[in-house]
């Protein structure tokens, strides 16, 4: 593999349950993002990770919930989602210690919440 | 606030220039732009940062005029592969790429 991976590509999930959507980086990369994409929205930034460290939350709803257990893996745990929560979810990775990086996205979860 | 893009959308035949613009209402520290083809992910082109430093694409040229707050990408001699929507992303706060507001993004078609 390589690049960034997404898995699933694509879920469908009832406003009760619970799923976590999974990114991988084979990058080397020790930065971690997660995008919301709605359709006719702009791209809207919802955690960083640095160093394993969050560094920023958008003031995302407490029903997403990210984790990062190494530099190389990035999940968003979710439950309870509402149906306007239906999007793509992009990760994206980027070496830390500049701040003007560029990043590297994966394909994205397609997500739908019925 | 977001970034303002213009135009929408624009559709161009190949060879045809184009130019897309970003406009912020507030000061920018720096603005990053990336294109989308359909069903894809984004794809970096370029950062250009206060003072004029760039990092980037080789065949496509941005400027970025901090007075203005705003910022446009040249895209020349168009080819069919230069086809998607096209996304400016700013920087507002000095955080870098870990902060960056996007814009609506503009759809560009480039037909034969």
């Known amino acids: 593999e390589t690049g960034v991976t997404q898995t699933p590509r694509h879920l469908v999930m009832g406003m009760t349950n619970k799923k976590s959507l999974k990114c991988e980086q084979h990058l080397g990369h020790n930065a971690m993002y997660w995008y919301k994409q709605s359709a006719k929205k702009p791209l809207e930034l919802m955690f960083v990770y640095s160093l394993e460290e969050r560094v920023e939350n958008n003031s995302v709803p407490s029903r997403f919930s990210p984790e990062c257990p190494n530099s190389s893996h990035l999940f968003l745990h979710l439950h309870t989602l509402q149906p306007e929560d239906s999007a793509l979810y992009l990760c994206?990775?980027?070496?830390?210690?500049?701040?003007?990086?560029?990043?590297?996205f994966g394909p994205g979860t397609r997500l739908t919440v019925l | 606030q977001q970034p303002v893009q213009s135009p929408q959308a624009v559709i161009l035949r190949e060879g045809e220039d184009a130019v897309i613009n970003c406009s912020s209402s507030k000061a920018l520290y720096s603005v990053h732009w990336y294109r989308q083809k359909h069903g894809e992910a984004p794809v970096f082109l370029m950062i250009l940062l206060k003072g004029g430093e760039q990092k980037g694409h080789e065949k496509i040229s941005a400027s970025f005029n901090e007075k203005k707050q705003q910022s446009s990408l040249y895209l020349t001699a168009s080819q069919l592969s230069y086809s998607g929507t096209y996304f400016c992303?700013?920087?507002?706060?000095?955080?870098?790429?870990?902060?960056?507001?996007f814009g609506k993004g503009t759809k560009l078609s480039v037909i034969p």
């Open positions: 994206a990775s980027s070496q830390a210690g500049g701040l003007y990086n560029e990043q590297f």
């Open positions: 992303g700013t920087d507002m706060s000095g955080a870098g790429s870990y902060q960056l507001t």
